[in-house]
């Protein structure tokens, strides 16, 4: 059975930081492609980054600059380092976990993943 699990969300004050982890069980995510996407509610979910096994990475332009990912393959599990947070941030991040082959224009497309976490909450307050 495969299973995503988020931490790293907060609350932490604008111009802050947050790493957000997640851990995959179940599933070889050495060569899969992996994404974080955000929620907020009212919204459509929103890709913020991906990254594939063959290090094909892609950034939101509204985080672009400001996030890193990082990909720990022994302890299969993908990073999100956010930097300078800003209320926009505001979100609940999912993980996502899919095959390998995803196109890039496709990175960003929920339904291009079919394993997913439960998410963690980011909060930034200004």
């Known amino acids: 059975q495969v299973q995503l699990e988020e931490s790293g969300g907060g609350s932490v004050q604008s111009g802050g930081s947050l790493r957000l982890s997640c851990a995959v069980s179940?599933?070889?995510?050495?060569?899969?492609?992996m994404a974080w996407f955000r929620q907020i509610p009212g919204k459509e979910l929103e890709g913020v980054a991906a990254?594939?096994?063959?290090?094909?990475?892609r950034y939101a332009d509204s985080v672009a600059g400001r996030s890193t990912l990082s990909r720990d393959n022994a302890k299969n599990t993908l990073y999100l380092q956010m930097n300078n947070l800003k209320s926009d941030d505001t979100a609940m991040y999912l993980c996502?976990?899919?095959?390998?082959?995803?196109?890039?224009?496709?990175?960003?497309?929920?339904?291009?993943?079919?394993?997913w976490g439960q998410g963690t909450q980011v909060t930034v307050s200004s």
């Open positions: 996502a976990a899919g095959g390998a082959g995803i196109l890039w224009g496709s990175l960003f497309r929920p339904n291009a993943y079919p394993y």
């Open positions: 179940g599933y070889n995510g050495d060569r899969a492609c």
């Open positions: 990254r594939c096994g063959d290090d094909r990475e």
